[in-house]
DNA sequence: GGCGCATCGATTGTATACAATAAAGCCGTC
DNA sequence: GACGGCTTTATTGTATACAATCGATGCGCC
């Protein structure tokens, strides 16, 4: 299966600035692009067929979520947070997803546990076929569906927006070789939710997020190609 | 004192986009703008001196914001939660906020607290001179001054946020005539967090919080100049 | 030969011109 | 007189041209 056109969109239409970002959004997610990578406005208005305005629009839309950095008159990169974001990141969500996930286990329909089940099997059939970054992807999608069961649009938003920047941290910080794509902790979750076991799911899914920060290096600089630059700038 | 001139920035140089989306921002968080209300591209244009370039950019920054929306083709207008968005946005707080505070009262230095002393202080003034637009603002800022003093980037950026968007709520769904401009709740916030008691601030935050949510009528239509089509759009 | 400075190239920031869309006003018809 | 469709106008979406800034390269000087 050789990989498709470039561009995957309606395409009839010109691409928007939400494709773009969407888009953007995807590859990053999926750890197609790195932190640090530099995102050149020609060279994404030239691969998306449109002009600057619209990338601008896109980069911003990133920079807002913090999948990437803007430094005025010097461009966008994907982001690289710190250690001390990663940190913060993770508490923040040791202290929301818990609650949320105790929530959703109360008010989950059969309907949602469907959904969440395609979920997981759409994980495995990813890791199967050794699309480790579309299994990644949908691993932080989990999480989101979660909080979406919860019927809590605002904070299911804030959990989106600490997955997705947990994605940059693992790409960045994750040491441990295997266990990543590991989908137990998932099914664990699942179970407890599937039995409208509340106190349990959170349980779970706090011991699950532990895990997840416990398989982190936040050792900051040796070796790791942290750049002089970065390393040297205020708040580590 | 009559008003000074229209634009209160640096203004040896033109206004940036993220000037112009500060400014617009305190004008929505002081209640100077309400809810519904139109923010046409060329009229801040020409307001601020700058080109609808800047504008659209600081638009869509406070879209991110969500203190406003801005919807194709049709332009932008500031927020206007809905009471389920209202809702969530204060149990997302009591989740949040009385976590952080308890952090904050384990940490707070002295140099904390006399921050802390110093913004009650404005917002008393800001009540004595019957600035009630100011003394709002002041007051939600006390909350993220709390979130900071925790030492917590991340969740201190979500509380800024949260109480960004109460402001919008508190304009479209305070019914009680008094008490607002009450400071007693943050006074009793401040002793505990000075006392150095994490489980008594914790509790006060919680209480005061919920007060505030008390202090809202959610209920949707029924005299409240809601607009049809508003009132008549999915999501309520 | 190394350091500092000026010039150049590349890239981003801003403004403006043009296109597209949606709302409002107008007219004719029923 | 009210409804439906058309035209007009105001407003937003997009592209492009121009200005400003930054980093790099190369030169001269110490």
Redesign the interface.
């Known amino acids: 299966m050789t990989s498709p056109a470039p561009v995957p969109f309606p395409s009839d239409r010109s691409a928007t600035a939400a494709d773009v970002a969407q888009d953007l959004a995807a590859a990053i997610l999926s750890h197609r692009l790195s932190p640090g990578l530099k995102l050149g406005e020609d060279d994404l208005a030239e691969i998306y067929g449109v002009s600057r305005t619209i990338v601008r629009?896109a980069l911003?839309?990133l920079a807002?979520q913090r999948l990437v950095e803007i430094r005025r008159n010097r461009g966008a990169v994907i982001a690289s947070p710190s250690p001390?974001?990663a940190r913060?990141?993770f508490?923040?969500r040791r202290?929301?997803e818990p609650?949320v996930t105790e929530a959703a286990a109360r008010r989950a329909t059969s309907q949602d546990l469907a959904l969440l089940q395609q979920h997981m099997a759409d994980e495995h059939a990813a890791v199967a076929g050794g699309d480790r970054g579309r299994a990644l992807a949908l691993s932080g999608l989990f999480h989101v569906e979660i909080a979406r069961i919860a019927d809590?649009?605002?904070?299911a938003e804030?959990v989106r927006s600490l997955v997705d920047r947990s994605s940059l941290i693992i790409a960045l910080y994750w040491r441990r070789q295997s266990s990543l794509c590991e989908t137990g902790a998932h099914h664990a979750l699942l179970d407890a939710i599937a039995a409208g076991d509340g106190p349990l799911a959170r349980e779970v899914m706090d011991r699950h997020l532990a895990d997840l920060h416990d398989g982190l290096d936040l050792t900051p600089p040796e070796g790791r190609d942290v750049s002089l630059r970065e390393a040297l700038r205020p708040e580590g």
Chains 1, 2 share one sequence.
């Not at 809590?152 to 904070?155: A, G, L, M, V, Y």
């Open positions: 629009s911003q839309t807002h001390r974001e913060e990141v508490e923040a202290l929301i609650h809590q649009i605002t904070i804030m």
